[in-house]
T-cell receptor
């Protein structure tokens, strides 16, 4: 069974459209993340959710909105897509340990978003 | 926030050679991970190593937390080792280094 899965794997869309990327983890983790990897391979955190509550919101445009219906899912909705949103988006999950320790993160396969 | 620096940025090896990748971080951490991003874009967990040394086949990693660095050793490199190697450190998110792009030539 896949530990962290994302759909779709590829997404090609026009500027101005709204799209969603779904993420599911079956590891029983309590924390999920969205990362963006740009064309130069830099990976940067976008959002983090712990037990369905947002605990990080880096300076991303408010066109990006994470939604977590339950601990196992963290979806990313993007409004009014722009050319600069083209990137690979990775979902990840981990279990936060005692006293704020951070356990191993596991990543999904990524979603390559292309905005035309 | 924590700064993470990796070196070298690029590395080209002949198959069978050994290599060492380095990760420096600017503050104390209680955890560190090494990842391999293969040419298909998958991020593969290599090591979860807050301190000490771990080995997995031809790969091993050492983290010296007190001196704020970690090393990834690849021995007898193979073409399938090609890709980008990232180190990443917490806190609650992961700060990634810029990666080392490894190319192993047959």
């Amino acid at each position: 069974d896949t530990a962290v899965s994302q759909t779709p794997k590829y997404l090609v869309t026009q500027m101005g459209n709204d799209k969603s990327i779904k993420c599911e983890q079956n590891l029983g983790h309590d924390t999920m993340y969205w990362y963006k990897q740009d064309s130069k391979k830099f990976l940067k955190i976008m959002f983090s959710y712990n037990n369905k509550e947002l605990i990080i919101n880096e300076t991303v445009p408010n066109r990006f909105s994470p939604k977590s219906p339950d601990k196992a899912h963290l979806n990313l909705h993007i409004n009014s897509l722009e050319l600069g949103d083209s990137a690979v988006y990775f979902c990840a999950s981990s279990q936060i340990g005692g006293r704020g320790t951070y356990n191993e993160q596991f990543f999904g396969p990524g979603t390559r978003l292309t905005v035309l | 926030g924590i700064q993470v620096e990796q070196s070298p940025p690029d590395l080209i090896l002949q198959e069978g050679a050994n290599s060492t990748l380095r990760c420096n971080f600017s503050d104390s951490v209680n955890n560190l991970q090494w990842f391999h991003q293969n040419p298909w874009g998958q991020l593969i967990n290599l090591f979860y190593i807050p301190s000490g040394t771990k080995q997995n086949g031809r790969l091993s990693a050492t983290t010296v937390a007190t001196e704020r660095y970690s090393l990834l050793y690849i021995s007898s490199s193979q073409t399938t080792d090609s890709g980008v190697y990232f180190c990443a450190v917490p806190p609650h998110d992961m700060r990634f280094g810029a990666g080392t792009r490894l190319t192993v030539k047959p």
